[in-house]
C-alpha cells in the first residue's frame, strides 16, 4: 500500500518509525474494536508510527464548528509505535501503550483523577503534538479526539477532532491554511 493512502499529500512523509508489525501483534495490544478499525490497522502495518521532518497540519474545522477560542489549527508532531514486547523502546518514538500507563499513573496527580482513569480506559492514544499532549481514538465510537495534558481542564476539556482515524490521517496537511 503506498503511503499516500493515507494522507492526501504525497511530499508528507513518517521517518523513524517503529519496528515491523502484524495484523496479529496489533490486535494483541490493541485489543479494542472500533468504527474504523480497519484502517488504523493497515496503518500501523504499513508504517507503526513515527514522525514527520516538520509538523503537520489539521484542522478541526473540516469536520467541526469552531469559534475564535476553540483549538482549530493543530499541529501533529508524529504517531506513536506500538510495542512488540513490554518494555521496548524506539527512539525517539514514545509507544502508544506507555503513554496510555503514564496518563493513567498522571490521574493520581489532579483532583479528578477518575475522570482521567476513565478517559484512558474508554480512548487509545495514537498520535501527539510537540507540547506533550495527545490525540486519542474513542474506543465507542472510533472518533479521534484531543487532550491538552498541560492544560488545567485536561481531559474535562477534551477537544474532538475527527469522526475517525482515517478522516484524521487523510485531512493532515504539509503546510498550514492561508
Known sequence: ??????????NLKLIGHGPPITIEQIRSIVK????GRDKFDEFYIQHNGGYFSQPAFFYRDKFYPTSSADYNKMYVEGFYFLPLFEGQKQRP????????????KYSDLVGYPDIVKHFVETHFPFSYDSADNDFWIELKSGRVRYVAWDSSETVQDVCDMAPSFYDFTSNLLLNPRD
Open 1 to 10: 500500500m503506498p503511503e499516500n493512502d493515507f494522507f492526501n499529500n504525497a
Open 93 to 104: 518514538l514514545s509507544s502508544s501503550v506507555k503513554v496510555r500507563e503514564q496518563r493513567e
Open 32 to 35: 479494542y474494536d472500533f468504527p
